[in-house]
């Protein structure tokens, strides 16, 4: 915790700089901070549709009207009232608001900054970068920082006439990491062939077809999700596209909604969304699909009912002791497991790496993040992501910026990455179905905050 409670003192220090000479240490790398703490204007963000919740109930509401040191609510710096707010697309439609994949490009204080939990690739990085006024006049401009931890569930819907338990988990069904690899591979294609863990499934209706619901956007969450597969199963396979590809080539770009040939087709939402995803999988009996965990318990479909009976719909525990089928065990994503009560993300002490076998995390926030992902392996749920805000070093260095919008960028940032009392990470961790970010993380944000200027 020494690196907690180093960050802990920086914002300490910095506010009673604030506070008595008008100033806000934090500064900016490489460019001037537009005026003082709380100066900026009104912004507007756009992304993951999985980080919803997170934005919309904690982060932006507390920055906008807390007494904490670190907010703006008028008592602070120089008294201003600046105020944030989140527009939950997706992480696809927020890159491409930004430039990716040719896509007109928008910096102003009404698309300030996106969250992704698809960090930009090297290529997505320099397609952002291209949008500067001069282009290449400021190197490495595009900033990746990490922000909070959530985790992916895997949302169940049993066909009619089909009851299902496992030994881990009565009245649910459990997964191992292999059978969740060839469910959403689509080689596993009917509900009596779940087998593992004590799994039984009874009743007429098991025979039936396994219908895989799918974003139908490109999101975060199937990036997360591929990745993790990937770590099951690295082989190639035929996609619906007839094209041979590796979990890893579609968990990002073009190939993120592109999923494997099976006999059975994905059925995808008709809108975007982390929300969507979620109601097709409540309406659509005989369904598997994913979302955060935020978003699962939000939706009335997926909270157990008073007096724990069991219902078809369901998130399912899932293997945590890598792929091997000798003692076996398998973790919720709630640290409360199946209820109706929030909770945090069950990722507290997730095990992430920078790629396979290369050291976790990368050396700055101004590198590409792509790479990471988690293990099969740990002690508490495996199917865990980081979220990341990215930001610039230089807005001016961008059509349509002002110095009022990265003053407000900024200040919002540190807001959320705080771990003090009333920061925005310990509001998070406060059961609202996320969690904040690992202690290997801290150093690597708070630079990020640093490196934000105008």
Not at 116 to 122: A, D, R, W
Not at 191 to 204: F, K, M, R, Y
Not at 216 to 228: M, R
Not at 248 to 261: D, H, I, K, R
Request: charged share 15%; net charge negative; proline share 5%.
């Amino acid at each position: 915790m020494q690196f907690r409670k180093v960050r802990q003192l920086a914002w300490t220090c910095a506010v009673a700089v604030a506070s008595a000479a008008g100033l806000l240490s934090l500064g900016t790398a490489g460019a001037q901070a537009a005026t003082t703490q709380c100066s900026g204007g009104n912004i507007t963000g756009q992304g993951a549709n999985v980080m919803k919740i997170a934005y919309q109930n904690v982060f932006d509401p507390d920055f906008n009207t807390s007494t904490n040191a670190l907010a703006c609510s008028g008592t602070q710096g120089t008294g201003g009232k600046p105020t944030v707010s989140y527009n939950a697309t997706s992480s696809g439609i927020g890159l491409e608001s930004w430039g990716v994949g040719g896509k007109s490009a928008s910096f102003g204080s009404t698309n300030a900054f996106v969250v992704t939990e698809e960090p930009p690739n090297p290529t997505e990085k320099t397609e952002i970068e291209n949008n500067e006024a001069t282009k290449g006049s400021v190197a490495n401009s595009l900033l990746t920082i990490p922000v909070a931890q959530e985790a992916i569930a895997i949302d169940v819907h049993l066909p009619a006439n089909c009851t299902a338990t496992s030994t881990p988990a009565p009245g649910r069904l459990v997964f191992t990491n292999k059978v969740l690899q060839e469910i959403f591979l689509g080689t596993i294609s009917t509900w009596s062939a779940i087998s593992g863990a004590g799994d039984t499934l009874t009743g007429s209706g098991c025979s039936s077809s396994i219908t895989r619901v799918v974003r139908l956007d490109s999101a975060g969450s199937t990036h997360i999700l591929k990745k993790y597969l990937n770590l099951i199963n690295p082989n190639a396979f035929t996609t619906e596209n007839a094209t041979s590809e590796t979990w890893e080539q579609l968990s990002e770009g073009p190939g993120n909604t592109v999923w494997p040939a099976a006999t059975v087709p994905v059925l995808r939402p008709a809108k975007t969304g982390d929300t969507a995803e979620v109601a097709k999988v409540a309406e659509t009996a005989g369904s598997i699909g994913y979302s955060s965990l935020a978003n699962a318990r939000a939706n009335s479909a997926f909270v157990p009912p008073a007096g724990g009976k069991e219902q078809p719909t369901f998130w399912a525990p899932i293997q945590n002791s890598g792929v091997g089928t000798i003692k076996q065990t398998f973790a919720d994503p709630s640290t409360d497991g199946e209820s109706a009560t929030t909770a945090d993300a069950n990722c507290a002490k997730e095990k992430y790496t920078n790629g396979k076998g290369t050291k976790f995390p990368p050396a700055s926030v101004q590198d590409t993040w792509q790479a990471v992902t988690t293990e099969t392996k740990q002690k508490n749920y495996p199917l865990c992501g980081i979220a990341y805000e990215l930001s610039l070093t230089k807005y001016s260095a961008y059509p349509g910026t002002s110095a009022e919008e990265e003053q407000t960028v900024h200040d919002s940032l540190g807001f959320n990455l705080a771990t003090k009392t009333g920061g925005g990470q310990t509001l998070l961790n406060e059961a609202h179905d996320y969690e904040e970010l690992p202690k290997t993380l801290d150093t690597e944000s708070v630079k990020g905050v640093k490196l934000v200027g105008f």
